[in-house]
């Protein structure tokens, strides 16, 4: 049985940006994922870049799926956006919150996920396969986990069709995290994210800052390997190839793939899992 995949992807600055997520994307088609995403900066702050890499896609005859955030927007401008996607051919979104831009003190007209999810089904119906964000370490800001988890599920019952969680290397927080939200009534297929490690310092930084756990088992191994980069590599490598067998063996719908706009680690991981 094939294994679903999604490969998400952020919309470069530079034209030599583009040119090397070009070249990523083409040899990351080997894959044939379900979708490849494009992630959507704080405030709508890449609003046009990333419609442009969307279009791109779906020229290239793949399915995309936008990232959209509401926070610092209003209905007029999301109902815009959403009569441009659906005139490009675009019928999939990954409908977010999104961070509100530094020195914006204007929270916008929808606050939560949520309630862009109903604001998007109210205005368009079916046309839209919506994907919304989940936390199995829950979400930074949420007071408590029950919390997060009643969240997350609000969500789903606002008409998503499908999770696709934050990074993690602790496949129990999942399997925790699966569990607690059908015993909720969410019964949506919930995606694992997969984040492939090309540098721990980059790593440890940015799951400091999202919340996402690094086992200490893991930072211990790491740091033992100081600036060894082919070590690092082949050590993440057998990490997360891991990681992706027991989510497998286990129940996990599929696999979404964080691949930083690189395609080496993401391919060399599908191969050891045998699924290229």
């Known amino acids: 049985m094939k294994t679903e995949l999604s490969l998400e992807f952020f919309p470069p600055q530079t034209p030599e940006g583009v040119a090397k997520l070009r070249a990523a994307r083409g040899e990351l088609a080997a894959l044939k994922p379900t979708f490849f995403s494009v992630t959507y900066g704080a405030g709508g702050s890449t609003r046009e870049r990333t419609f442009d890499i969307i279009k791109e896609i779906l020229a290239e005859g793949h399915g995309a799926a936008p990232h959209l955030s509401c926070i610092g927007s209003t209905r007029a401008g999301i109902r815009e956006i959403l009569e441009q996607y659906k005139a490009a051919g675009i019928r999939r979104i990954v409908a977010l919150r999104g961070d509100l831009p530094s020195g914006m003190a204007q929270a916008g007209e929808l606050r939560y996920a949520n309630e862009l999810v109903d604001f998007i089904r109210a205005e368009t119906g079916d046309c839209f396969s919506i994907e ?136 060399e991981i599908c191969r050891r899992l045998r699924v290229v």
């Not at 919390?147 to 399997?175: C, H, M, V, W």
């Not at 540098?199 to 100081?226: N, Q, V």
């Not at 082919?230 to 050590?235: G, L, Q, T």
Request: with cysteine.
């Open 132 to 267: 919304v964000a989940a936390y199995p370490e829950w979400h930074p800001q949420a007071r408590n986990p029950q919390e997060d988890l009643q969240a997350f599920a609000r969500k789903i019952q606002a008409g998503a069709n499908s999770a696709i969680t934050q990074y993690f290397y602790n496949p129990d927080a999942y399997f925790n995290f699966v569990d607690e939200a059908r015993a909720l009534g969410v019964s949506v297929p919930i995606v694992p994210g997969i984040m492939p490690i090309v540098s721990f310092a980059k790593l440890a930084r940015f799951s400091d800052m999202c919340g996402a756990e690094i086992p200490r088992w893991m930072r211990r191994k790491f740091e033992c390997y100081y600036d060894d980069t082919a070590s690092i590599r082949a050590f993440g490598l057998d990490v997360v190839t891991g990681l992706c067998e027991r989510l497998l063996a286990g129940g996990a719908p599929g696999m979404h793939f964080y691949t930083m706009n690189q395609s080496a680690l993401t391919l």
